[in-house]
């Protein structure tokens, strides 16, 4: 019951008691991390691997907490999920003990309810931002040299408790549109998991017993199950932190609106509401943090998502809010992101040079400097065929589907199965030399479903550009 009364109210109001002021910041601030690229276990060649299908948010997330679900090479379906475009800002939260009492002993505090918005008692223990309310809209990440997008599947259209999963860039390009018109899509979506690296620990401060997982999907078809998106009732929450004098001293606070992704104009009505109604006039607040990378809402916001995933917080910006923390801690955490996500990222290939994602060449040291830097290489000089051969396998298979019986299609399938097998019995020039007539049609097929070292190879060896 009292999760139903959360979700029923649209508009919600806490304060934040000074002690729990690193529930917010600190794993805001490390949201950064999503910027450099992880490289998921890769399946021995070979081998066939276990599959397993989950109907619900609630059963993926038992399976894990219980220990059922550990290997990285189980293929996973996850059968009729909602894919929305928006990802879980704890994701696995939500279904701790922890935030179970946190969301109940928060409707236990509720001190007024009127017209839809509910004020919680700043005495509360938690708040239901521990609960795992909220999410985020972030811009494409970089997952084994290929772009992808951080989203969150859901059985039953609340977006908040759905189960992180990255997309490819050709997937979300084929479903964005009627992802924004009609606020989510259906689907089966299958993939394998893979676990959160301990250098992105720090986005998980201040949580227990949260499973660090995501799926890295690979393919995505029709719902086996059919849903109606008004049935379901989609919900997603975005919150948002504030500064205001309204009890006397200067304090922080959080808000957060819960709207439908369906509906035109939900989502800019109730953000209106709560920047211009909410905290403007009824707190004359100023909002500190926000939830979305993709648009500016807020561009006064001095802790802005957009800032944060840029790594250019400012300090003196920071201490002028006046609030009792030590953000000069924050500033050193983002310095040190931005040495780890330029030396991880610095790896990616793209057009026989060294590629940057989302930050720029450094020099580190004292009296370091760098200009006009470029720096070529080969992606063959160093590759993994075992990891090659996996991703060839796997394009072969998907490209057989798409096949139109066309010679050219034929064609490369064929130069494809010789490049497997020749990157099987590490011969590198023959897997260049049959990938060397590859064209488009195939590597469109490599950059939809996320086979990055295929992509680089096949870019290298046919010298076609992105």
């Not at 997309?167 to 084929?174: A, E, F, L, S, T």
């Not at 606020?183 to 949580?207: C, F, M, Q, W």
């Not at 369906?262 to 989502?267: H, R």
Request: proline share 4%; glycine share 6%.
């Amino acid at each position: 019951m009292y999760d139903d009364a959360a979700r029923n109210a649209s508009k919600h109001f806490f304060k934040l008691p000074s002690y729990n002021l690193d529930t917010l910041i600190k794993p805001h601030a490390a949201t950064a991390l999503y910027l450099y690229s992880s490289t998921g276990e890769k399946l021995p060649i070979g081998t066939r691997p276990p599959y397993k299908v989950f109907h619900s948010n609630n059963s993926i997330w038992e399976a894990l907490h219980f220990n059922q679900l550990q290997r990285t090479d189980v293929s996973i379906t996850l059968d009729s999920f909602f894919l929305f475009e928006w990802f879980p800002r704890s994701p696995g939260l939500y279904y701790t003990p922890k935030a179970r009492e946190a969301r109940r002993e928060a409707q236990g505090r509720i001190i007024s309810s009127t017209d839809g918005i509910v004020v919680y008692d700043h005495h509360g223990k938690m708040s239901m931002l521990d609960g795992g309310v909220g999410n985020i809209r972030l811009k494409p990440i970089i997952i084994d040299g290929s772009e992808y997008y951080l989203m969150s599947a859901s059985n039953n259209g609340n977006c908040e408790e759905g189960f992180p999963v990255a997309i490819p860039v050709g997937y979300y390009n084929q479903f964005i549109d009627e992802i924004v018109s009609r606020g989510a899509v259906v689907k089966n979506i299958t993939g394998k998991l893979r676990h959160i690296p301990d250098s992105h620990e720090k986005i998980y401060d201040g949580y227990t017993d949260v499973s660090k997982v995501f799926l890295q999907v690979e393919d995505v078809k029709e719902a086996r199950h059919p849903k109606s998106r008004d049935m379901e009732d989609l919900r997603v929450s975005v919150a948002v932190s504030f500064i205001s004098n309204y009890q006397g001293d200067k304090a922080i606070y959080a808000s957060y609106v819960t709207f439908d992704p369906s509906e035109t104009g939900s989502f800019e009505r109730s953000i209106r509401w709560m920047e211009d109604d909410y905290v403007g006039k009824l707190y004359d607040g100023k909002i500190i943090t926000d939830f979305d990378q993709v648009r500016s809402h807020f561009r006064s916001a001095p802790f802005s998502l957009s800032k944060v995933m840029e790594l250019s917080l400012n300090e003196k910006q920071l201490n002028r809010l006046g609030l009792p923390y030590d953000f000069s801690r924050i500033i050193q955490t983002q310095k040190s992101f931005q040495i780890l996500i330029e030396n991880l990222n610095f790896t990616h290939m793209e057009n026989n040079k060294y590629k940057t994602v989302n930050s720029q060449v450094g020099a580190m040291g004292d009296n370091a400097h760098a200009e006009n830097f470029v720096q070529q290489s080969s992606i063959t000089d160093n590759i993994d065929l075992n990891a090659l051969a996996a991703e060839l396998t796997k394009l072969r298979q998907h490209a057989k589907q798409e096949s139109t019986d066309a010679p050219e299609h034929d064609e490369q399938i064929g130069a494809l199965a010789t490049a497997e097998s020749a990157a099987k019995k590490g011969d590198k020039s023959k897997v260049m030399s049959a990938l060397s007539t590859s064209g488009k049609w195939l590597l469109e097929i490599a950059e939809k479903i996320g086979v990055g070292l295929a992509v680089s190879v096949i870019k290298e060896a046919t010298g076609i550009k992105p």
